[in-house]
């Protein structure tokens, strides 16, 4: 369960955020942009956590 949450937590941030930020007009264009960098580094980052979950839990 803890391996399972550790890697959960490593996930990029959703699309949702620029949903919201668009629908109440709260800066759109940076929550997008938020949501694109998070989602180029969540490869990297997701990644990562896979292996040092397999090497902390075994």
């Known amino acids: 369960m803890a391996q399972a949450l ?19 007009d709260n800066y759109p264009e940076y ?6 960098i998070s989602t180029i ?3 990297i ?4 956590v896979i292996f040092l ?3 902390w839990f075994g």
């Open 31 to 36: 929550a997008a942009q938020s949501v694109l």
């Open 6 to 24: 550790f890697i959960a937590s490593s996930f990029p941030m959703s699309k949702n955020s620029a949903l919201f930020a668009l629908e109440y």
């Open 45 to 48: 980052t997701v990644s990562i």
């Open 53 to 55: 979950s397999r090497v």
């Open 41 to 43: 580094f969540g490869g």
